[in-house]
């Protein structure tokens, strides 16, 4: 059974670099990567969803992965490529083996392709410092390692270490608190008295005593987290898989704020669907947006996708189309596009519209032959949070098989994104390799500027 498993692999990494033998040295980087991988801890939310129920920890009953483990190409191809090459018998040597291997993670992870460019953005840099307010969650745990690992960021995780460690046994993992990584303990910081004291400075003046300040910082890890990154000992912060999303953002409110010249926050999901990929604002934060919160969301999730190397092309949603019934949302939405195309004259954009005038560009045209928009959209506004909300949630589910990027939150002051109790340790590594990322475009800007 593991013979039949491993011989797509091996051969997968041989006719990638042209080799004319398979040699000794192939076979044996092949069962290297075999027993290296039985002994990673992530494997994957693949991995575990098509074994629930079963131990997947290196040990008596698992010592070779499973035959439908995702990673199995990621890992043994590159090796038996570089066997090949090393050995002299490829006719095609691979220049860029972490080039290859990101090529190979899109073919398994259908999020690999769109966050290719956003990974290489997060390891341009020295790795941004991460903080993760929910530290002993098992999930956090696997995507830290991960991310780790791959170099894209420093994780900081906020938990009690004894927790925190024994989450780490039961995972099989080596890693080791506050060796491999930062750990913070609510409980006992060093830091404690300067960040209670920081919190209370922020809020005296909305109620926020000494006591409540220390009591908070001993509470809230999205409050403990966040007062570090103003505090300049992180970079960005990861939070948001416990308790509602408002509760999260309060605090990134409070502390954080708004970046420079932005008057409201907004949340946006990128859905990976069979043949497109949409993006879908504003999904989380603003219950009924103005034409002007509109057009501020718009042009701040405009910014966010040219970051993965994709021109925004913008459909402003409504139950009209093109004014074909004059409802309160219909005008927000058409206020919201003359505010925008002032603004952002370059950015195609088009609405009020349906859905599917949205996505199709005969039906569109059909509409209104004089539509600025062609193609097909990949960014829908939304008139409003549920809808934005309730349109996510369905696509997720019926179109995209859960497989999602986000929430993204737009207009912070600082790298931070609030995900939901549902996240996955996947959407978790994307979404950190997304604060890395924009922490490393902002180094490289700020180094350009010293110069």
């Known amino acids: 059974?593991?013979?039949?498993?491993?011989?797509?692999?091996?051969?997968?990494?041989?006719?990638?670099?042209?080799?004319?033998?398979?040699?000794?040295?192939?076979?044996?980087?092949?069962?290297?990567?075999?027993?290296?991988?039985?002994?990673?801890?992530?494997?994957?939310?693949?991995?575990?969803?098509?074994?629930?129920?079963?131990?997947?920890?290196?040990?008596?009953?698992?010592?070779?992965?499973?035959?439908?483990?995702?990673?199995?190409?990621?890992?043994?191809?590159?090796?038996?490529?570089?066997?090949?090459?090393?050995?002299?018998?490829?006719?095609?040597?691979?220049?860029?083996?972490?080039?290859?291997?990101?090529?190979?993670?899109?073919?398994?992870?259908?999020?690999?392709?769109?966050?290719?460019?956003?990974?290489?953005?997060?390891?341009?840099?020295?790795?941004?410092?991460?903080?993760?307010?929910?530290?002993?969650?098992?999930?956090?745990?696997?995507?830290?390692?991960?991310?780790?690992?791959?170099?894209?960021?420093?994780?900081?995780?906020?938990?009690?270490?004894?927790?925190?460690?024994?989450?780490?046994?039961?995972?099989?993992?080596?890693?080791?608190?506050?060796?491999?990584?930062?750990?913070?303990?609510?409980?006992?910081?060093?830091?404690?008295?300067?960040?209670?004291?920081?919190?209370?400075?922020?809020?005296?003046?909305?109620?926020?005593?000494?006591?409540?300040?220390?009591?908070?910082?001993?509470?809230?890890?999205?409050?403990?987290g966040a007062i570090l990154v103003r505090l300049g000992d992180a970079d960005g912060m990861i939070c948001g898989m416990i308790d509602q999303y408002h509760t999260h953002l309060k605090f990134i409110d409070q502390v954080l704020g708004k970046a420079e010249n932005v008057r409201n926050f907004a949340a946006m999901n990128l859905l990976m669907l069979p043949g497109r990929n949409l993006f879908i604002c504003d999904t989380y934060v603003n219950e009924c947006p103005s034409a002007e919160e509109l057009a501020d969301m718009t042009l701040l999730a405009a910014s966010e996708i040219e970051k993965f190397g994709i021109a925004p092309k913008v459909a402003l949603l409504s139950s009209s189309n093109f004014g074909s019934s004059p409802s309160s949302s219909s005008q927000r939405m058409a206020a919201a596009r003359k505010l925008i195309s002032a603004r952002a004259p370059d950015l195609e954009i088009d609405g009020e519209m349906h859905g599917d005038a949205a996505l199709s560009e005969a039906v569109r045209k059909a509409a209104f032959p004089g539509t600025t928009l062609a193609g097909e959209a990949n960014l829908l506004i939304m008139p409003n949070v549920e809808a934005a909300n309730i349109t996510y949630n369905l696509l997720k589910m019926i179109g995209g098989d859960g497989v999602t990027v986000g929430p993204f939150l737009l207009g912070a002051e600082k790298q931070v994104h609030i995900l939901t109790p549902a996240a996955t340790v996947r959407r978790i590594i994307n979404m950190t390799a997304v604060a890395s990322a924009n922490v490393a475009v902002r180094q490289a800007a700020a180094a350009a500027a010293a110069k």
């Open 1 to 224: 059974m593991a013979t039949i498993r491993l011989f797509p692999f091996i051969f997968r990494g041989a006719l990638d670099v042209g080799a004319t033998t398979i040699t000794e040295e192939m076979k044996l980087a092949c069962v290297r990567a075999i027993a290296e991988l039985a002994e990673e801890t992530d494997q994957g939310d693949e991995v575990a969803k098509a074994y629930e129920g079963h131990s997947l920890e290196f040990g008596p009953d698992y010592l070779i992965p499973k035959p439908f483990d995702p990673r199995l190409i990621i890992k043994i191809a590159p090796a038996v490529a570089q066997a090949a090459m090393e050995s002299g018998v490829a006719t095609r040597p691979i220049k860029d083996m972490d080039a290859y291997r990101e090529e190979l993670g899109a073919t398994v992870y259908r999020t690999g392709l769109v966050m290719r460019p956003v990974f290489a953005a997060a390891k341009s840099q020295p790795a941004a410092r991460i903080v993760f307010a929910e530290g002993e969650d098992e999930r956090v745990l696997r995507a830290a390692q991960f991310v780790l690992l791959e170099k894209i960021a420093r994780p900081i995780i906020i938990g009690r270490p004894a927790v925190v460690e024994m989450r780490l046994k039961k995972m099989g993992s080596k890693l080791k608190c506050g060796e491999d990584f930062e750990i913070v303990n609510p409980e006992d910081d060093p830091r404690y008295q300067k960040c209670w004291q920081e919190y209370h400075e922020i809020g005296a003046r909305e109620g926020v005593t000494p006591e409540v300040a220390k009591a908070a910082m001993r509470k809230f890890n999205t409050l403990i």
